[in-house]
């Protein structure tokens, strides 16, 4: 069982469609991310959330608004999507110090119509 | 920037055989961070073991193990005994010191033959 918890699982939406992904953990950890993976691929990273604070954009398009509500809950609002941005979206989370791993959830397979 | 390169796209091995998957990078840090995250088709990725670089001791958890050779920057897997269950993408990732994201190699997928 993983300790991140995604959802949805699929999704599946048009072009001109506002959805939001949700990720969950109750580790205690202050770090969470957001990647988009591609089939394949290593995951890509989009944000870095720390202490509830963005702390990393990769130069990721503002149709991807993360959100961090608080310390448990990591959001990913998604708005006029492109056919290029189906992909599994990964959130991950850790302790706020670099020798700590990253803890992913399953993921959320998106696609775009 | 630190790279992580894995040179085999692709490896398969036959069940209960040993395996090692290749794992180098660049970097001109002393002190960093090594994982590697299998992948099975489930899509999870699953942390399978992790190295910090000051220490000497490869580390070891169950049928997998590591070769870190810190001079040549080579941070190989090993999988004893391989079961079925091992089947996944696998990949190598580093981490500095310095609170800065994962960067991972392209992978490897591994195949498990009965």
Not at chain 1, 9 to 23: A, D, E, I, R
Not at chain 2, 59 to 79: D, G, H, M, W, Y
């Amino acid at each position: 069982d993983t300790e991140v918890t995604q959802t949805p699982k699929h999704l599946v939406m048009g072009m001109t469609n506002k959805k939001s992904l949700k990720c969950e953990q109750h580790m205690g950890h202050r770090a969470m991310y957001w990647y988009k993976q591609k089939a394949k691929k290593p995951p890509e990273l989009m944000f870095v959330y720390s202490y509830e604070k963005l702390s990393i954009n990769e130069s990721v398009p503002s149709r991807f608004s993360p959100e961090c509500p608080n310390s448990s809950l990591l959001n990913l609002h998604l708005h006029a999507l492109q056919p290029e941005d189906s992909a599994l979206y990964l959130c991950a989370s850790s302790q706020v110090s670099s020798n700590q791993p990253q803890h992913f959830g399953d993921g959320t397979r998106l696609s775009i119509l | 920037a630190q790279t992580v390169t894995q040179s085999q796209p692709e490896m398969s091995v036959q069940e209960a055989e040993t395996v090692t998957l290749s794992c180098t990078y660049d970097t001109s840090e002393s002190d960093y961070y090594l994982f590697w995250y299998k992948q099975p088709p489930s899509r999870q990725m699953i942390l399978v073991i992790r190295q910090e670089a000051y220490k000497q001791q490869n580390a070891t958890e169950n049928r997998f193990s590591v070769n870190f050779q810190k001079a040549a920057k080579s941070f190989s897997l090993k999988i004893s005994d391989s079961q079925l269950g091992d089947a996944a993408m696998y990949f190598c990732a580093y981490r500095s010191p310095w609170d800065t994201p994962l960067v991972f190699g392209k992978g490897t997928r591994l195949s498990v033959i009965a």
